[in-house]
C-alpha cells in the first residue's frame, strides 16, 4: 500500500480490514486477555495492555503514514511525550525548543527534572541557539514547528542535520501539521510525537497520544515504557482515532483553506495588531515552512491592542466555541495566557510573545462565510 | 440562517450546558429521574426520547429543512422505511420506482403485500408511467432518485404536484444524494427516508435510518410508531451518526469529483460497454439532476464488455473493496445481479439493465489516481 498516496494510505493504512470476518471497520476489541492454546508457547496476543489488537491497527496506521517503523498509542499527548522521554536517563540532557506546548515544559521542568533529567531552552529556530546548548550529556534535541501559539518556524532538516552530526536524537512534536501536512521521519527525525486528541482525532471527542519512530532499536525502547508504563490508549479511542484518521486529508484541506482565508483577513483589520501564520507573506519562517510542509495548517494567532479587548472577544464569538485545545471539526477559540500556556511563568510567556492579547483560533469546517462574518460583528464589539 | 456545513460541523455541540463538552455525550441511560410527580425534564424514557438520539434528530431536520421540519433516527434504513409505510392501510397502493433497492423491493412485496398494500412498479424516470399508474386507491408514490444501481433520475417536482392532486403523498429515499445535494421537501415530497449507513453515517461503520417530514400531521404519526412500534436508533450509533454527518459536506465532495473522473475514465476504456453516471452529459438523467440537485453523488455503475471478466475484476481489486453497501470513505465494488438486487425476479433484472456485466462502484475519499489504476489493472 505503500506506493500509494497519502489520502488512499489514510483510508487503507496497513491493516484495513478485520482478517476474520473481512469487516471494513476493524473491530473493537474490548477485551483484557485472551485465551492461549499452548500454555509454553503464548500467542500473538496475551495480555491487552501489552497487546491490543485495535489499538495495533492504529499503531501500523500510524506508523505507515509517518514513515516511521513502529507506531506507538498513548492515553494521551502527554502519556506519549513522557513515554518517549522516558528511554533517556538520569544524567542526560535535552535542548528543547522555548515554544514547546505548555504542558511539556512543564513535565520537563517539574518531573523529569526532579529526576535529574536536565534541559535546555533555547529558540530553535535560530541554529547557532541550538548548536550551542549542546552539552557531552546531551542525548536529544526536542522541538515543535510550527510553535505554538506564536507559529514560530524551525528548519527540521537543519535539525536533524545538527542532532546526527552530534551523535543525538531529533525529537519533535508533529501535532499542529499532522502528516498530512508535514512529516518530520522523511527529513531526518528520529521521533514524532502528537497529541491525537487534535487533528488526527479530529472530532473534539477523544484525548489520545502517538509516537512514532523510525529506527527498530528505538521502537524496542518505546515498546518496554509503553508496556512498563501502561499508560495505553484503550480500544474504544484507539477506534475513534482510526475513525478520525480517514478524513483527515479533507478535514485538514478545508480547515487550512479557510485558515489561509481568514489569517488574511484578520491582517487587513485595523483591531489587528499582529498576525501569526505560517504561510502569511510576511511570516519571517514562511520560506522554511513551506519547503517542509504542505501548507500553513489550520491554527491562526493574533494579537489585539489589550488583554480586555481579548477578554471581550471571546465573549462576543457566537461559532467558535471558547475552550482548550484545537483541532477540531469546530473552531476552537482559546486564550493562551490562562489556558494553554497556563503552566508557563509570566516573565516566560512574555518572553514567547503570549501576551495578554493574544488569542488563537483553531479553524474547523464550518462555512468560512459564516466564520469571517461572526469574527466580524465580535471585532466591531471587541 | 447558517450554511449547511456549519449546522454539520457543529452538530451537538452546544447541548451541554452543565459541562459545556462539545462532543454530545452518549447517554446509556433507559430511563430517566422524575424531578416530581407529574413532572418531566423532558426525557423519560429512552425509546421514546434519549439525549443523543435527540440532538442527532435536531441535527438532521435542520440540515433537510428547517423550521417545522422533525427527524426520526431508526436502527437501520429498513426500520426507518418500514415505521413510514406503517402510515397506509390494507387496501392502499404504492407506485414505486422499478429499479429500487433489493431490500425495499423486499419489504415491499414480502411484508406489505400479504398484509394488503399493494405496490406496483414504474419507470418514475418516464412521467407518463407514473401518471398512467396513479388511480383512486393510490396512496403514495415511493421514489428513488436516483435508482440504484442505474441512476435513472426521476423529476420530484413533476411527480409530487401529480401525487397531491390524487391525494397521494410523495415519499423519496435520498440516500444517494443526501440533503447536502438535493432537497425533496422543497420539490414538493412529502417524506423523506435515508439509509444513513451510507453517506449520512460515512464511514461503514454503523448502521442506520432516518426518515423526515415537514407535514406536522405525518410527524405526529411517524413519531408514534417510531415509539410504539420501537426500531429507534440506539444511544452510541447515534453519536456515530452526529460524528460522521460533521464530515458529510468534505466527504460527499471529494467522493462527487472523483466519481466524475473515473466515469469519465470508464466511458473511453475499451472494455467497458457502457457507463452509468449522472454527471456524464450523455446520462439521460444528467439535465433532469441538474436542475433538481445541487451535485450528481459518488455512485457510479458500468458494464463491462465481457461478462467472464466479472469474477477477475471482484477478486482482483486492491484498493477497492469488494462488499455490499455504499457511501463510505472506502471505495466499494459490487456485483448488483448477485448482492443488492437479488431478490428481484432475474427476468425483472434483465429488463431494468442489472446483468451479469452490471457492476457499480461506491467512490471513497481515497486519493482517485489510485481508484483509477487499481481499476486500470484488473480490467487489463
Not at chain 1, 512529516?183 to 484525548?207: C, N, W, Y
Not at chain 2, 451535485?295 to 457510479?300: I, L, S, T
Request: with cysteine.
Amino acid at each position: 500500500m505503500s506506493k500509494h498516496d497519502f489520502s488512499t494510505r489514510l483510508i487503507h493504512p496497513g491493516r484495513d480490514r478485520d482478517p476474520y470476518t473481512g469487516a471494513s471497520s476493524i473491530p473493537i476489541y474490548q477485551v483484557s486477555t485472551f485465551h492461549q492454546n499452548d500454555p509454553e508457547h503464548l500467542g500473538r496476543y496475551d495480555y491487552a495492555r501489552s497487546d491490543n489488537p485495535t489499538r495495533e491497527a492504529l499503531e501500523i496506521a500510524i506508523a505507515g503514514l509517518e514513515g516511521g517503523s513502529r507506531g506507538f498509542a498513548f492515553a494521551s499527548g502527554m502519556a506519549a511525550t513522557a513515554s518517549v522521554m522516558m528511554t533517556f536517563q538520569t544524567g542526560d540532557h535535552l535542548v528543547v525548543g522555548e515554544d514547546i506546548y505548555g504542558g511539556t515544559y512543564r513535565i520537563l521542568t517539574t518531573v523529569f527534572q526532579r529526576w535529574g533529567l536536565a534541559t535546555t531552552f533555547v529558540d530553535s529556530t535560530d541554529l547557532d541557539q541550538v548548536r550551542a546548548a549542546i552539552t557531552p550529556k546531551t542525548k536529544a534535541i526536542f522541538i515543535e514547528t510550527p510553535s505554538n501559539p506564536t507559529l514560530k518556524i524551525t528548519d527540521l532538516a537543519a535539525v536533524a542535520q545538527i542532532a546526527h552530526d552530534h551523535g543525538l536524537l531529533a525529537l519533535t512534536d508533529n501535532t499542529f501539521m499532522s502528516p498530512a501536512l508535514q512529516r518530520p521521519l522523511e527529513l531526518g527525525f528520529d521521533v514524532v510525537v502528537h497529541s491525537a486528541t487534535k487533528f488526527i482525532g479530529g472530532h473534539s471527542d477523544l484525548i489520545a497520544g502517538l509516537a512514532v519512530v523510525k529506527d527498530a532499536e528505538l521502537g524496542r525502547r518505546v515498546r518496554h515504557v509503553q508496556n512498563a508504563f501502561g499508560a495505553i490508549l484503550g480500544p474504544q479511542d484507539s477506534w475513534l482515532t482510526l475513525r478520525g484518521l480517514k478524513t483527515l486529508d479533507v478535514r485538514l484541506r478545508r480547515q487550512q483553506e479557510s485558515a489561509a482565508l481568514i489569517a488574511d483577513w484578520l491582517q487587513a483589520r485595523k483591531e489587528v495588531k499582529k498576525v501569526y501564520y505560517p504561510s502569511l507573506s510576511g511570516h519571517p519562517g514562511r520560506e522554511v515552512h513551506l519547503r517542509q510542509a504542505s501548507g500553513g495548517g489550520a491554527v491562526v494567532s493574533f494579537e489585539l491592542e489589550t488583554g480586555p479587548q481579548a477578554v471581550n472577544l471571546m465573549k462576543q464569538v457566537k461559532l467558535p466555541l471558547v475552550g482548550v485545545s484545537l483541532g477540531g471539526v469546530e473552531s476552537i477559540l482559546s486564550y493562551p495566557a490562562t489556558m494553554s500556556h497556563a503552566a508557563m511563568p509570566e516573565k516566560e510567556r512574555a518572553a514567547r510573545g503570549i501576551t495578554a492579547g493574544l488569542v488563537r483560533l483553531s479553524v474547523g469546517l464550518e462555512s468560512a462565510a459564516d466564520l469571517l462574518q461572526d469574527l466580524d460583528q465580535a471585532l466591531a464589539q471587541a | 440562517m447558517l450554511n449547511l456545513d456549519t449546522i454539520l460541523a457543529q452538530a451537538g455541540s452546544r447541548w451541554d450546558e452543565k459541562t459545556g463538552a462539545i462532543s454530545m455525550p452518549v447517554y446509556h441511560s433507559s430511563t430517566f429521574r422524575h424531578p416530581g410527580l407529574g413532572r418531566s425534564t423532558g426525557f423519560d424514557y429512552s425509546r421514546t426520547r434519549n439525549p443523543t438520539r435527540a440532538a442527532l434528530e435536531q441535527t438532521l431536520a435542520e440540515a433537510e429543512g428547517g423550521d417545522g421540519t422533525r427527524a426520526f433516527a431508526f436502527a437501520s434504513g429498513l426500520a426507518a422505511l418500514d415505521a413510514v409505510l406503517r402510515l397506509f392501510h390494507p387496501g392502499d397502493r404504492i407506485v414505486a420506482t422499478e429499479d429500487l433497492y433489493g431490500g425495499t423491493f423486499r419489504l415491499f412485496e414480502k411484508l406489505l403485500r400479504p398484509y394488503g398494500i399493494d405496490a406496483v412498479y414504474v419507470d418514475t424516470a418516464d412521467l407518463e408511467q407514473v401518471r398512467q399508474a396513479l388511480e383512486p386507491r393510490t396512496s403514495a408514490v415511493f421514489l428513488e432518485v436516483p435508482s440504484n444501481p442505474l441512476l435513472n433520475v426521476a423529476d420530484i417536482r413533476a411527480i409530487a404536484a401529480l401525487a397531491k392532486q390524487h391525494g397521494a403523498l410523495t415519499i423519496v429515499d435520498n440516500t444517494f444524494l443526501t440533503f447536502c445535494r438535493q432537497r425533496p421537501l422543497e420539490l414538493g415530497a412529502d417524506v423523506v427516508v435515508y439509509s444513513a449507513t451510507k453517506y449520512l453515517g460515512g464511514h461503514d461503520d454503523v448502521i442506520a435510518g432516518v426518515a423526515t417530514t415537514h407535514r406536522p400531521e405525518l410527524a405526529a404519526k411517524i413519531a408514534f410508531l417510531q415509539n410504539a412500534a420501537g426500531a429507534i436508533l440506539g444511544p452510541q450509533d447515534s453519536w456515530l451518526l452526529l460524528r460522521g454527518l460533521k464530515t458529510l459536506p468534505l466527504r460527499l465532495a471529494r467522493q462527487e469529483r472523483s466519481a466524475l473522473t473515473l466515469a469519465e475514465w470508464l466511458a473511453r476504456h475499451p472494455r467497458v460497454a457502457r457507463v452509468f453516471y449522472p454527471g456524464l452529459p450523455t446520462h439521460p438523467g444528467h439535465e433532469r439532476l441538474r436542475q433538481q440537485a445541487s451535485g450528481f453523488g459518488a455512485m457510479v455503475a458500468f458494464e463491462v464488455a465481457d461478462p467472464a471478466q466479472v469474477p477477475d475484476i471482484l477478486a482482483g481489486v486492491s484498493v477497492f473493496m469488494f462488499a455490499e453497501s455504499l457511501g463510505g470513505v472506502q471505495s466499494l465494488i459490487t456485483f448488483p445481479a448477485v448482492q443488492t438486487h437479488a431478490d428481484i425476479a432475474p427476468d425483472i433484472r434483465e429488463r431494468l439493465g442489472i446483468n451479469n456485466r452490471l457492476l457499480r462502484l461506491s467512490v471513497g475519499i481515497e486519493n482517485v489516481d489510485d481508484l483509477r489504476q487499481d481499476l486500470e489493472r484488473v480490467l487489463e
